[in-house]
């Protein structure tokens, strides 16, 4: 048994491959259309997953559908799950990161999205160093200021990417934000383009080993409106996957 997702049977298994199907056409055609109704082209948007509580054999059924990037956002879950994982599976880490947990997943994810603090900045920069590794990181930003939320405020952006950029095992390569719980729709559309704006300021000032690639916004409810004020990664769980019931 697993702490995190639910062990499926051989039955359960063939109807949650059959519910990924179904989902997965219907939100890759919204995906699409947005993509391109944001005035991009296939390719420049990343539909990536996140795939927490979401058991292996589901993941790499998705995998072998097309879905290259996924994001565990728990490093026990990770490390649960990782053995049997498909390892051409593009990982990521999305999830809040505790420093002394860093060692555990470094050599096995692409990015981290979540980088809110000097102190994780640079325990990210020192255990990829040791492995030689430069390991390409997100700063989180919490939009909406919301005290339960991991994230720096988008006024100390500057100062922390300034902070930030010297350590030599990172390279930051763009943002990341949750948007705020309360979805007041029209709320979320200012948030996501006030993210965009810092992403193109923080771009426009050109500061070494700092380069604004991703801008990764936009989950389950709200990732085609994310698309057209100019995310670049969405994240999406539940639409996929149906909801989590588990954890
Ligand atoms: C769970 C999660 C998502 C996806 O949420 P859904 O609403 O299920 O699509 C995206 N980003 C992060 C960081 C998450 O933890």
Redesign the pocket.
Known sequence: MSNFYNEPTKEELTELFCNFDENYKRIKEKFDNAVLKSGRKEGDVTLSV?S?TVAPEILNYAHSKGIEVM?E?KVQELLSKWDNLDKSIDMQF??RLQSNKVKYIVDKVSLIQSVDSLKLAGEISKRSNAIGKVMPVLVEINVGGEDSKGGITPESAYEFIDEIKAFSGISVKGLMT?GPLSSQLSQNFEFFSKMHQLFVDIRTKKVDNVSMEILSMG???DFERAILEGSTQV?????LFGP?NYN
């Open positions: 996140a927490k994001g956002n999305i999830g949750i989950m389950s409810g994240r999406i769980g539940s639409a989590r």
